[in-house]
Each structure stands twice: as C-alpha cells, then as structure tokens.
C-alpha cells in the first residue's frame, strides 16, 4: 500500500516551495538538509506532504515522549491508512544495574515495564518487517540494542489453513518465540491449548488468533474477540511473529554458550591472577546461574548483557537497533534537532561507565559493554537521507546541510511572532498572576516557564492556593500523566500549566496566548538564544499571542533571541501584505488517541464514565463492561487494588446509567 495523504488543508504560504525543495534534494541524493521552519508554520504537515511524495519508510526522531506522542497523532490523522506506529521506551519505571564501589553497594536492575507500550514496540517492528508504508515515531530508544532483526524474521512462523502444521509441532514453535502458555487466561504474549485448537495473544495484535485442527492439518485461522471469544475474521494465511525482540534460535544459544564460558573463564583467572578472588568468584557464580537458564529456558534476565555472542557478533561491534529493521532507503527526520541530536550523542558515554564499574567488580563480563546504545557515528553511519527539523537549528545540522538550509518563515495563517514584553522581576508573580487572570476571564491558556522543578511545584501550589486554575508538568511526572495533562489544558480543565524545558519545542497548544518566562536573565542552557526563541514560539499560535519575559537585565542570548524574532516579524508582516493575508489563529481538532487512553485506565488517570458512555452507543455498553471487568481482574492478579478499585467503580457506574437508559 502506498502513502496516501488525508487532509482538509493544501500547501500555503512557503510550504509548497519548502516541498519541492526537500523532494529535490532528494531525488538527487543529497544525504543531509535542514527546514528551518517556525514554530506554527506547519512543519509536521510539511513533512507529511514530503512523505506521500516521497514514498519511502520513515524514522521520526523525538528528543521526548511527550512530543513523540504529540507526532504519533499528528501523523495517524494524515495518514490513516497507513502503518503509523510508536516506538519509546517500555518502561514506566526504570532502575539501570548498578555498583557503588565507596559503600560496597550493589543496585539490582529494577524495571516496571509497559506491557501496552512493549506491545506497540512490537507492531512498530513487525509493520517493517511486513510492509513499506510504515512511519515509526520514536524516541532516542531507537539507538538502544534490540536484537537481531534477522533472528526475529526467521523465527517467524506461517500458519495457512490446509497445510501440514501439527499443534504440538506449533506449540513447540511458539514457546522458542517466548511464548507462555497459560490455559486459565490469555493474555498478549500466551497461548492457550484447548482440544483440536490453540488460542494464540501475539502481543503486537489486538485480538487473540485462534488456529483449529483436523488432525495434523490446519483447518482455520481466525481472529477471535479477546473477551467473549466471538469470531471477527477469517484468514488465508498468518504470520506470527515473536513476542520478544531478544529471541535466537536454540543451535545459536547452544554456540553462544560455548563462547560465553570461554570468556568467563578467561576473566575469573585474570582477577585471580590480581588476588581479587571475590570477584572472580562473583563472575564464575552469576554467569554459570545466568548460562543455566539459557539452556533451559532459552532466556535470563538481562540476556541483553549477552548479546554480543547471541547476535554472533564481534568485540567493540555496534549492536542492533531499531534502524536495522528498516530497508536501507528509509528516511529519517530529526524532530527538533538542536536538541535530539545531542541527546543521541550522550547516550553513549553515560550507560559505558555505569557498565564498566559493573564488569571492573565481576558483575558483568567485559562483552556486556557491547549492549549499549550507538555512538554518534554509528548513528551517522545506520542512517541514509536526513532531515533536521528545527526553528532553532544547532551547529551540527547547519554545518553538514551547507546550502540546503530551507527556510519556513512564513506561517499558511498569516501570524506573525508574537510580541515580547521585557518586566523587572521585581513584582513578577503578582504580575503573572494579573495576566493569567485575564486569559483566563477570556477562556485562553498559558504556559509559565521556571527554572527548576521544585519551582514548578511551588508555584503551582501558591497560585492555586490564590484562586487560580494550574497545574505543573516536568520530567517526574510519567508520560501518560503528561499527554493527559496536556489534552486537559487543551480542554479547558485549568488555565495555566507550570513547567521546566518541557514547555519548549514542539508542543503544539493553539490555545495558548501567553507565555510567561520567569528568570529570563539567568544566562544558561535553559535561558540560551535556541531557549528563548523556543519558549516565545508556544505563543505563535494564536492571534492573541504574547510573551513577558521577567528580568532585570537584558542578556546576550536575549538580545539575539530578539533580534532574530525581529528578522523573522518583518519578512511575515511583509508576506501578509505583499499576498494580502490577514492573520488567523490556527484551530487544531485535541487528537483522540485510544491506545494512549487505554494505557492511562490501566494507570488509574480514566475517562468518567460519563465521557464513556457519551462515546458509546447503547448496545456497544455491555462489551464495554467486560473489557472492563476483565482488566480489573488483571490488576487484581498484579495485587493492584487501588486500580481494580477504580475499574470497580466505573463498571458500576456504567451499569447504573444502563439501568437507567432501559
């Protein structure tokens, strides 16, 4: 299936220039280009007409989950036929393996993991590995070790109804794919075998599939409901696929075994031969238990460590990642690269020494600083055609695009940058609170920029206290509780939202109409030039814009903050009048993303059952109730109460407004 488009808007203003330009260079091999565009000049869209032109997989990068998310939306509503699919981190908690040498302390990795996101981790791989009309939305976990793509296809197995398949033969099949069987529930990820069939969940699906038997021979597959079992389709033919990325085949755990005893070996008598016989104890102890569940369950915990013998590869090799799943022409867009690009470059240096204190005290054996993220120029090396995407571009991608800087200036709407107010700090929060105050009498948001979490909080806390309607949002708060938030201000559900540099690039708020910096005059990476021209660019949305900037001196990075905002005002104020345009605020429909909704249910953030209900029609309620009742029975299996309290509630609620109805 090909790329198609859907959309109610056209190309306007520069982006049909923009376009072509970018289609241009492409065709003609050019490997690295930037669009410099402004925040509300429909960079996304932009991108998206490239897209459809272009017709090649795609890798969006985003330096955060929320704003992956707010891409994911973005590119499922232009493109709802074809595969859009999410790939950022699985965990929801994560605590790295550690060793603290001063005070003798050892961290054990600690992991609450998504399910909901591993599951669309595993579509995102399993849509490259079966169709070209594929964009992925990720984060910087996409340079982070995966596995083997080639292991993961030929561990693939075709299931086709008149063929020869036999259910023990498939059984046998599906647990070397890391599949459970558990015939009592199934969940994504199981298998249940019952008489003549096999219900198999592959975690990267919807609904169970089930496959019956005449015998030895297929006789159907079909995709069944995953509450009542009711039957939705039919299929001539299905691939399944693992439900892990790290799989390998046994003949390959048995070669690698070999290789990793060897090496164990080699280290426990070279830290014998240094009198540390602690440690050589440890590694002996840990590996040989580690190497015992390999052979008999095919798996460990943290088999990653091991992947350098799984994949078959050499000492010092990169590993494999997400890029290794895409075709070698696919292209990659670099969202707000003046920030993603250095955050790949990081990744590097910072997850090596934490590893090598772990393989220095006989935790890990030297082969497991080979599961590790990419260094920048395997990055370099992994991608084809580039396109660095930012209003603020940095250093790198203005020195390898040369002269393929396009500029998007000029915004389809016709607004200008946002005029900027420079206020002594001296009175700024009874100011602020003024301001807020008025966008709220006129049903307008805003966004107040601090320097420091505890900020955040504290001045959330103190303008509540004061009458107002905010919230605070930083990196502490999980990525579901931060789209939820996000779509909350979106709604009207408060006026102002309280941040760090998580109110910078890329959100998309057109109901925002001031933007409030606090301690603009502290010079630093959170007040820089890129910054400020980041933070003003939330109010470029809507006609009303407006940014106060609260300082008592006027900084470099502010003068040339301003300075650029002036340049970009005049080439806008000068389109609009040379074409006639008259400004207009953007109006954006709050996208509905239902997995992500799902996911916060689970978290215990849900709808009301209000909303629900308003969302459902009558006769659809009832199989609301028992996906419901049946995710409040796994949360009580997980021994969360407090989430099968709330599902409780809800299912009474509904089932007292379905009483009522009747």
């Given at each position: 299936m090909k790329f198609k488009l859907r959309s109610k808007f056209k190309p306007a203003g520069q982006q049909p220039q923009a376009i072509q330009a970018i289609l241009q260079n492409l065709s003609c091999g050019v490997n690295n280009q930037t669009l410099l565009g402004v925040t509300g000049s429909g960079k996304t869209f932009t991108m998206a007409c490239v897209i459809e032109k272009w017709q090649r997989p795609v890798l969006v990068a985003s330096h955060n989950k929320v704003l992956a998310a707010q891409l994911y939306a973005e590119f499922k509503s232009f493109f709802p036929n074809n595969a859009v699919e999410y790939f950022i981190s699985y965990y929801d908690y994560y605590q790295p393996e550690a060793y603290i040498p001063q005070s003798d302390t050892y961290i054990e990795k600690d992991a609450a993991i998504n399910e909901h996101i591993e599951r669309l981790r595993l579509k995102a791989t399993t849509s490259l590995l079966t169709r070209k009309d594929v964009i992925v939305v990720a984060s910087v976990s996409c340079i982070y070790n995966i596995g083997d793509p080639t292991d993961f296809a030929h561990m693939c197995v075709e299931v086709k109804p008149g063929h020869g398949q036999g259910r023990d033969h498939l059984m046998g099949q599906l647990v070397a794919m890391q599949y459970e069987r558990n015939d009592l529930e199934l969940a994504p990820g199981r298998y249940r075998a019952r008489g003549g069939r096999i219900d198999i969940f592959p975690p990267y699906l919807e609904h169970p599939l089930r496959v019956s038997f005449d015998g030895d021979i297929v006789e159907s597959v079909e995709t069944i409901?995953?509450?009542?079992?009711?039957?939705?389709?039919?299929?001539?033919?299905?691939?399944?696929?693992?439900?892990?990325?790290?799989?390998?085949?046994?003949?390959?755990?048995?070669?690698?075994?070999?290789?990793?005893?060897?090496?164990?070996?080699?280290?426990?008598?070279?830290?014998?031969?240094?009198?540390?016989?602690?440690?050589?104890?440890?590694?002996?102890?840990?590996?040989?238990?580690?190497?015992?569940?390999?052979?008999?369950?095919?798996?460990?915990?943290?088999?990653?460590?091991?992947s350098r013998y799984l994949a078959g590869r050499g000492a010092g090799e990169r590993p494999y990642c997400l890029m290794d799943y895409f075709p070698?022409?696919?292209?990659?867009?670099?969202?707000?690269?003046?920030?993603?690009?250095?955050?790949?470059?990081?990744?590097?240096?910072?997850?090596?020494?934490?590893?090598?204190?772990?393989?220095?005290?006989?935790?890990?054996l030297p082969s497991a600083l080979d599961n590790r993220p990419l260094k920048f120029k395997e990055v370099e090396s992994v991608v084809g055609q580039s396109i660095y995407v930012s209003a603020t571009p940095g250093p790198y991608e203005l020195s390898h695009s040369a002269d393929k800087v396009i500029e998007l200036v000029v915004r389809p709407t016709g607004l200008v940058d946002p005029p900027v107010e420079v206020h002594p700090i001296k009175g700024q929060i009874e100011d602020l609170m003024h301001r807020v105050k008025a966008c709220a009498d006129k049903k307008q948001r805003a966004l107040v920029n601090t320097l420091t979490k505890r900020t955040a909080e504290d001045l959330a806390d103190f303008l509540t206290r004061k009458g107002l309607a905010v919230r605070y949002l930083h990196s502490d708060i999980d990525s579901l509780q931060r789209i939820k938030i996000l779509k909350e201000l979106r709604q009207g559900q408060f006026d102002a939202l309280i941040g760090v540099n998580l109110l910078r690039e890329g959100l998309d708020i057109p109901e925002v109409t001031l933007v409030a910096v606090l301690d603009a005059d502290k010079e630093g990476f959170l007040r820089s030039e890129t910054s400020i021209i980041q933070l003003c660019g939330r109010a470029a949305r809507n006609l009303d814009g407006q940014v106060v900037l609260y300082a008592d001196n006027m900084t470099g990075s502010m003068q040339r903050a301003l300075g650029e905002m002036q340049r970009r005002r005049e080439l806008q104020v000068a389109y609009n009048k040379e074409h006639k345009i008259t400004p207009r605020t953007i109006i954006k429909e709050i996208a509905e993303l239902s997995e992500f909704e799902k996911m916060a249910r689970r978290k215990g953030l849900s709808l009301t059952s209000e909303s629900l209900l308003a969302a459902k029609d009558k006769k659809s309620l009832p199989l609301l109730v028992k996906e419901l009742e049946s995710e409040m029975k796994e949360a009580a299996e997980r021994l969360d109460f407090e989430l099968a309290a709330i599902l409780r509630d809800q299912i009474s609620e509904i089932k007292s407004a379905l009483r009522v109805r009747v």
């Amino acid at each position: 299936m090909k790329f198609k488009l859907r959309s109610k808007f056209k190309p306007a203003g520069q982006q049909p220039q923009a376009i072509q330009a970018i289609l241009q260079n492409l065709s003609c091999g050019v490997n690295n280009q930037t669009l410099l565009g402004v925040t509300g000049s429909g960079k996304t869209f932009t991108m998206a007409c490239v897209i459809e032109k272009w017709q090649r997989p795609v890798l969006v990068a985003s330096h955060n989950k929320v704003l992956a998310a707010q891409l994911y939306a973005e590119f499922k509503s232009f493109f709802p036929n074809n595969a859009v699919e999410y790939f950022i981190s699985y965990y929801d908690y994560y605590q790295p393996e550690a060793y603290i040498p001063q005070s003798d302390t050892y961290i054990e990795k600690d992991a609450a993991i998504n399910e909901h996101i591993e599951r669309l981790r595993l579509k995102a791989t399993t849509s490259l590995l079966t169709r070209k009309d594929v964009i992925v939305v990720a984060s910087v976990s996409c340079i982070y070790n995966i596995g083997d793509p080639t292991d993961f296809a030929h561990m693939c197995v075709e299931v086709k109804p008149g063929h020869g398949q036999g259910r023990d033969h498939l059984m046998g099949q599906l647990v070397a794919m890391q599949y459970e069987r558990n015939d009592l529930e199934l969940a994504p990820g199981r298998y249940r075998a019952r008489g003549g069939r096999i219900d198999i969940f592959p975690p990267y699906l919807e609904h169970p599939l089930r496959v019956s038997f005449d015998g030895d021979i297929v006789e159907s597959v079909e995709t069944i409901h995953k509450v009542t079992a009711a039957a939705l389709s039919r299929h001539k033919v299905v691939h399944l696929y693992p439900a892990r990325h790290f799989v390998t085949p046994k003949e390959r755990i048995d070669s690698a075994l070999i290789d990793i005893e060897k090496e164990m070996n080699e280290r426990a008598a070279a830290l014998k031969a240094q009198d540390r016989l602690l440690e050589a104890q440890r590694i002996v102890t840990r590996t040989r238990y580690d190497m015992a569940m390999m052979r008999t369950l095919g798996f460990c915990n943290g088999i990653e460590n091991y992947s350098r013998y799984l994949a078959g590869r050499g000492a010092g090799e990169r590993p494999y990642c997400l890029m290794d799943y895409f075709p070698k022409d696919f292209l990659f867009i670099v969202d707000e690269s003046h920030v993603t690009l250095p955050q790949f470059g990081g990744m590097y240096e910072g997850d090596r020494s934490r590893k090598g204190v772990l393989v220095e005290h006989g935790f890990r054996l030297p082969s497991a600083l080979d599961n590790r993220p990419l260094k920048f120029k395997e990055v370099e090396s992994v991608v084809g055609q580039s396109i660095y995407v930012s209003a603020t571009p940095g250093p790198y991608e203005l020195s390898h695009s040369a002269d393929k800087v396009i500029e998007l200036v000029v915004r389809p709407t016709g607004l200008v940058d946002p005029p900027v107010e420079v206020h002594p700090i001296k009175g700024q929060i009874e100011d602020l609170m003024h301001r807020v105050k008025a966008c709220a009498d006129k049903k307008q948001r805003a966004l107040v920029n601090t320097l420091t979490k505890r900020t955040a909080e504290d001045l959330a806390d103190f303008l509540t206290r004061k009458g107002l309607a905010v919230r605070y949002l930083h990196s502490d708060i999980d990525s579901l509780q931060r789209i939820k938030i996000l779509k909350e201000l979106r709604q009207g559900q408060f006026d102002a939202l309280i941040g760090v540099n998580l109110l910078r690039e890329g959100l998309d708020i057109p109901e925002v109409t001031l933007v409030a910096v606090l301690d603009a005059d502290k010079e630093g990476f959170l007040r820089s030039e890129t910054s400020i021209i980041q933070l003003c660019g939330r109010a470029a949305r809507n006609l009303d814009g407006q940014v106060v900037l609260y300082a008592d001196n006027m900084t470099g990075s502010m003068q040339r903050a301003l300075g650029e905002m002036q340049r970009r005002r005049e080439l806008q104020v000068a389109y609009n009048k040379e074409h006639k345009i008259t400004p207009r605020t953007i109006i954006k429909e709050i996208a509905e993303l239902s997995e992500f909704e799902k996911m916060a249910r689970r978290k215990g953030l849900s709808l009301t059952s209000e909303s629900l209900l308003a969302a459902k029609d009558k006769k659809s309620l009832p199989l609301l109730v028992k996906e419901l009742e049946s995710e409040m029975k796994e949360a009580a299996e997980r021994l969360d109460f407090e989430l099968a309290a709330i599902l409780r509630d809800q299912i009474s609620e509904i089932k007292s407004a379905l009483r009522v109805r009747v």
